[in-house]
């Protein structure tokens, strides 16, 4: 039986307002996706993952790791050649239209229709997102006021720059306000004044309830957007939480950046510590004089999962 | 309800597409389909043609003008949207890979409306004696265009470039006026050649066209051997024009 919260004693409901949230839902669920190409290219090795409703997920990689593999697999626009993908608990296997209505899709290369103007392209693939002509017409006036692009409406997409157009390419998404976005490299080529717009942007959705899956080469977005983040490399998913979940896993939480006591023209170098007190122990064992602790980065994390070489000039002040 | 919305939205955007191109598609497709009228024309002799001939001309001209329309532009256009990633914008969308291609179709059929008035115009203009018998002569026009359209589908989803594409349209626009017979009698032809343009749907469209701009009935044959390719063609268009890739 469920009590009424007129029924509820005082306690009863004070209980229930401080209760921890009640587990959120899945959104998507990936099962051992595997896709190889007919040349034989294994672009994704079994990937499994799940992200919960009201989540941002940062997908990060080098190039070529399978993360736009990957994500077209999720969009419904690459057939999986084994495993399965569920996005609100429908098949995007075997139901790819269906599961496309409740997405928002950026995807990494596309086109504009230019001789369009921006409110003639936001409110026709609104009407194609089947919103009514009036809802259609309030979806595109409120996603180009989102994006900034008021002074805009009426000009050609073609007249836009670069950034523009890719800011119209989220919008597009953004129309009709899907449950699900999946933006693959959403701010590539932004400035940073628009990363920073379209990160706002992003943030809003999340805000009014929307769960985002986003791929990108930029750290300090993946950093900054993400709840969890995704590690794509050669195909496979190496690694899958939080910023400090994956910190723990590489034992890297801090970085130690010091200057060679007996070479002290040399470059930078560079050592991780799972803890401050062993990076402490390490200064006073070595009599380290000119140094930096700071607390380890995604960028730090990505570099060690993927075994990048890590060429990184360090600048800046020495402790 | 919503698929008929999905259509006339597609078509909406490629009419905005070629909004102010307006200009240069007229002239094209009034261009080269007169000038045909009138090479065709003054090649038997402008004087002595008889009516009979001078209406195939323009028979062969129509279907001249539908070619250009449904398998060069619109394999253009469809390519264009394809190698520029516009088709992976309508991918996005809870859209039918159909619709997109009914949309385009409409446009077509749009388009060649324009440029089969201006050529019956321009026609009457220079004295060739027309009896359109227009229920017969749309129907004969929308099969044709569903026919080649269909090829210009074919070509352009699998196309593996756009240059590709666009030489494989062009060739085959121009190759079915040309290896038919549509701007000269079908005993004018090699032997060999007329028996390969019994394969190809112009053949049949500018019968169909002439007849029908003539008046007469009698081409029920040819009706049904476009509606028979229309629907080959397209089906084939239909199941390689899709939004997954494997």
Redesign the interface.
Known sequence: MTATIESLSHVEVERRTTAPAPPREIAVRVRDLVKVY?DGTEANRGISLEVLQGEVVAIVGPNGAGKTTFL?QL?????PTTGSVSVFGVDAVAE???A??A?????Q?????E??TVH?HFE??A????LSKRKAREAAREVIAELGLTAQTNKSVGALSGGQRRRI?IG??LLGRPPLLVLDEPTTGLDPSSRRAVWGVIRRAVAVGATVILSTHYMEEAERLSDRIGVIADGRLIAFGTLDELLAQVDRSYRLSYRDRIDPLSDLKIRYFASFAQAQQHIARELLSEYSIARASLEDVYFTLTGEAFEKEETGAIG | M?RF??II??F??QL?????EVGPFLLAAFVFPAAMYLFASAVAGAEVAPPQSRLRFLAGSIVFSLSLTSISWLGYLLLE?RF???L?????????PSSYVFGVLLFAVAQAAVSTTTLLVVGRALGVKVRPNFPLLIVAIVLTILCLCGLGVVVAARARSFSQGSLLTDTLGAGLIFLAPVFYAPEMMPSAVRAFAQLLPTTFAARAVQTALAGGPGIGNDLLVLSLMAVATLALGFRLMK????
């Open positions: 007919r077209r969009t419904t626009e690459l057939r790819p239209e269906r496309r209505r997405m928002g899709i950026t995807p290369e596309a086109g504009v229709f001789r369009l003639e026709l693939f009407r194609l997102k089947h390419l597009l998404a | 919503t919305t999905d939205c597609v909406r955007i905005a597409g070629t909004r102010r949207n520029t990633g516009r992976k914008l309508f991918a996005t969308l809870p859209l039918a939004w997954r890739e494997d």
